[in-house]
């Protein structure tokens, strides 16, 4: 009997270290503003629902992981990555759904998490680092993509009709491995969301999942193919923004074995070298118009050498005298000690970048200059988000 009872136990720990799992990291900003907490709260709910749905229709175990608030983070996406366990069947959804830009020499945003800003791109070559080995990766961004410089539907009782024998053939039911990264808009555009009505949540995502149960429908016509889900999400979200959104994507198939490691794809500055940043000129405009808002704008051309993946920020200090910070008195745009300052973050994956016209702007009732007789001087500095600190004062420029 002790046998017996030794074999079924070794037989049912077999089966529970090879079973396949569905895993899925999903990150919606309820906080972004008080009036995205509702299409966001069910952006997260629907999303969450979807993959259960998939993950039941495969007979795959499930790992879903959602987070906001306090957990909407870089760093709980780091912790999230690492603690999972993948293995080569398994499949490995990282969703994000919030606040995006873009950062210039990068065709994919940037996600705003509430620590920092963070590259889909970045991103993506852990989730491949990591969990290289899955049978099929996703990483899906649901975010504006303007440059940083300029800038019928599910409900919550919504079922989903799968054929199983589809959702296989989409998940898992391909030669080798696939890899794939996609976001809500192509560069220079916004991202739409549905925030009233009974259709709440990112259009792309809407789209997205719109597009898969069609192809997963038993009447659909439709191969379930990725290309094929991607490209119909891709028009539903064309059509439901009357064409002012376009998502893009990318699809890569892994034939081969996996390797353990990313890193030689990516385009990071030399290790151990120190940051090197030099500013070439600050230029100043007064009462230009934002919006309806007489501005002063601020012009920064300068470069930068060896700055990390994390970026910077660009920040212009108001002084009167020179060396004393002007005092604050709304607590707006202002430095910790409760003087005038107004900034900017910008970033670069290049080992060396040059940024021309590089524009900050506060409105000049913002200045809270009580003595317009004494002079005014801006003076911008250069922050890095790595060292966390200032890597270089410019000149004074008089107001």
Known sequence: MKIVLSFIMAFAISLTATAQTFHAMIFSDMKESAQRAADRTMEMN??????????????????????????????????????????????????????????????????????????????????????????????????????????????????????????RALFTGFYGKQKIVTSSSIRGQYSYSWASGNRLGSIYGISLREAISEILNPASSLEPTWENALSLAQRKTLYYTDQKQKPQYAIHVNRQQPTTSSQK????????????????????????NIGGIPCLVVNVDFNIENISADGGRVVAFLESPKGVGVKDTNGRFCTTGGKVCFSKEFGTRQPYSTFRNFQLAIPMEELHITNPSKDHFIRVAVYDYASKKYVKLGQYVTL
């Open 46 to 167: 629907n999303m969450r629902s979807f993959c259960q749905n998939i993950a039941t229709a495969l007979g795959y175990r499930q790992d879903i992981r959602c987070h906001s608030d306090n957990e909407f983070t870089s760093t709980q996406f780091i912790r999230d990555v690492e603690s999972m366990a993948v293995g080569p069947d398994d499949i490995v959804v990282f969703f994000y759904n919030g606040h995006g830009c873009n950062w210039d020499d990068d065709d994919w945003p940037h996600m705003c998490f509430r620590d920092k800003q963070y590259w889909q791109t970045t991103a993506y070559e852990i989730l491949q680092e990591r969990c290289g080995n899955a049978k099929l990766l996703l990483s899906i961004a649901c975010c504006c993509n303007m440059d940083s410089r300029g800038r019928a539907g599910y409900d919550w009782g919504h079922e989903y009709g799968f054929d199983n024998n589809k959702v």
């Open 265 to 288: 794809h990516k385009v990071s500055p030399p290790s151990g070298k120190p940051i090197y940043v030099k500013i070439f000129s600050t230029t100043l405009q007064k009462d230009v």
